[in-house]
């Protein structure tokens, strides 16, 4: 079995010995030139692939890479296609991750200067300009280092394809710790815009002829606006919908040739539907045919999986993942707090938000609720689920990755918030309640409902309720895959547990019921047993083994468990 590319970029690695694993993506380097626009700019959430697909437009462009284009082309789309700029250009590569943004907008200035020498430097070394490298180490700043570079360049009449991968990676850093940073960087006299308007002044002049640049988010595309509104956003094309990430052929042409080919026996229908739930569910135009997987995170699976035993990964998500996509939540707080909290109160508790999209932002006027659903999308936090009238949409969490991260930092937000303190471990309490001790998730759960209920301005609901009880129980993902509110038959238990595997000893169904003061108990109680018990009958929920069922009703006064497990 060949290698999965997980961690690896660089198309010339990957296709030089034919060791990797390749999903082909190579026919969209004929799309990008029959649309007839020079200077592009291509969004997307992070670990979809962007910058692998930035190496392949790479190596199909460069000059220098000719002898090789049959060695890396061959078996591709595009090497049994090719079109008249194969190996026309010289290539200048700006890549902007990994720059330092803890030590302040100094150190950040050093690291975006020393980014962009490092890029010429490059350049120099790879096409003759070697005599320059010891002037070009005296230069302290990214505009004078661009403009020297282009003095150079421009009398030797060099075509030149520009590439930029991740624009914003550090620019969204900043935002998430400091606005103030983010604008004197990004801002009118501040280096990235200088930077950026030498770069339109090189495509005036016809030295850079093309230019493709990938990102997360366009919040700093309006800051650059002014001196560098030259690119084409296509980001949300229907045509390029799926040019990063995976679409369901692919991903079961990657399972085919991998888990599928060593593990025979398994429910392979079973084992994509599982992938889907965990790691597919984006759009990003509201016409295109199909949703797209986490490139990344499906590599990850395949690459985790126990070959041996033929089962899943213990962990679903890579750790180095999970710390970056916690890091970006820090985006959360930008502009109006509150209000960000409410929309994701709103999310976790209907998987549903309405708003639109916007092409860029104006960081001159306040951060609106639009401007943070723009966001969010663009992180991959939420994507379309349908149109709704207008250029307005309504958005969904879009797979299990993503929901269980929300659960997370709800429960984090939620105890910040209400100076909550939890009875020990909250680990421990789950891990308990896996083995069958459903006391101390009791006790935990009826504590925090007694201080959030009673507080007035937090407006008591049984969704409330609900999503209060999930992000207490998303610390158990280690062991359990949580569905909130699955459809089974057209009825909707509230939350299932299924354990990760046959060694978890109980599986649990809540139903949660919430009882205002004037509601009939008795009633409630009488009705909720009643939509449990009819639960059980469903035949999906017979197979689940070891299963306990409880119908939990809240109130100001705490939470009863009512144990209806037959």
Not at 44 to 64: A, C, I, V, W
Not at 86 to 98: A, H, Q, R, T
Not at 323 to 340: C, E, T, V, W
Request: overall charge neutral.
């Amino acid at each position: 079995m060949k290698k999965i590319i997980y961690g690896e970029s660089n198309f010339k690695k990957i296709k030089i010995n034919n060791d990797y694993f390749y999903i082909d993506k190579t026919q969209y380097i004929e799309k990008l030139e029959n649309i007839n626009e020079s200077f592009l700019i291509f969004l997307r959430p992070r670990r979809f692939g962007k910058s692998l697909f930035l190496s392949t437009l790479q190596y199909y462009y460069d000059e220098n890479a000719k002898d090789e284009f049959e060695a890396m082309f061959a078996d591709t789309y595009i090497g049994k296609h090719p079109t008249p700029l194969k190996n026309s250009y010289k290539i200048l590569f700006f890549e902007f991750s990994g720059i330092n943004i803890d030590a302040g907008v100094e150190e950040i200035y050093k690291g975006f200067t020393l980014n962009i020498k490092m890029a010429i430097s490059r350049y120099f070394n790879t096409y003759g300009y070697e005599k320059h490298l010891e002037e070009l180490k005296q230069i302290q700043s990214p505009t004078e280092a661009i403009k020297f570079f282009f003095t150079i360049v421009i009398v030797n009449n060099d075509k030149i394809y520009l590439l930029i991968d991740e624009y914003d990676q550090f620019a969204n850093a900043i935002l998430a710790y400091n606005m103030k940073d983010f604008l004197a960087i990004v801002g009118k006299g501040g280096f990235v815009r200088s930077f950026y308007e030498v770069l339109k002044t090189a495509t005036l002049s016809g030295t850079v002829q093309k230019m493709f640049i990938t990102g997360v988010t366009p919040i700093t595309l309006d800051s650059l606006s002014s001196g560098f509104n030259i690119v084409s956003n296509i980001s949300n094309e229907e045509a390029f919908n799926a040019m990063a990430g995976f679409t369901k052929q692919e991903v079961e042409y990657s399972l085919e040739n991998s888990i599928f080919q060593k593990c025979q026996d398994i429910d392979k229908k079973e084992l994509l539907s599982k992938i889907q739930k965990w790691y597919n569910g984006y759009l990003f135009n509201i016409e295109a045919n199909e949703r797209i997987y986490n490139a990344t995170l499906v590599n990850y699976f395949i690459s985790k999986y126990d070959y041996v035993r033929c089962t899943m990964p213990k962990k679903m998500l890579d750790s180095n993942v999970a710390s970056d996509y916690k890091a970006i939540m820090k985006l959360f707080n930008i502009g109006n707090s509150d209000r960000n909290y409410q929309i994701l109160e709103n999310l976790i508790e209907n998987n549903s938000i309405i708003g639109a999209i916007k092409d860029r932002y104006d960081l001159n006027q306040e951060f609106s609720r639009d401007d943070f659903i723009t966001l969010i999308y663009s992180m991959g936090f939420i994507t379309i689920k349908d149109e709704v009238f207008g250029e307005e949409y309504e958005f969904k969490i879009p797979n299990y990755v993503i929901k269980m991260l929300y659960f997370n930092y709800f429960a984090i937000e939620l105890k910040n918030r209400n100076n909550l303190t939890f009875r020990g471990d909250i680990k421990t309490q789950l891990r308990n309640l896996a083995f069958g001790d459903i006391g101390l998730f009791q006790e935990q759960l009826d504590e925090i409902i007694k201080i959030l209920s009673n507080r007035d301005h937090y407006g008591f609901t049984e969704k409330h309720f609900q999503s209060i009880t999930l992000a207490i129980l998303s610390y158990s993902t280690g062991f359990y895959f949580i569905d909130s509110q699955p459809e089974l038959n057209n009825k909707y238990p509230d939350i299932l547990l299924i354990g990760r595997d046959e060694k978890v000893p109980n599986n649990y169904l809540f139903e949660l019921k919430w009882k205002k003061e004037k509601d009939n108990y008795t009633y409630i109680k009488k009705e909720g047993i009643k939509q449990v018990k009819g639960y059980l009958e469903l035949d999906k929920v017979k197979v689940i083994p070891k299963l306990r069922s409880f119908l939990l009703i809240g109130s100001k006064d705490g939470v009863e468990f009512c144990d209806i497990s037959f």
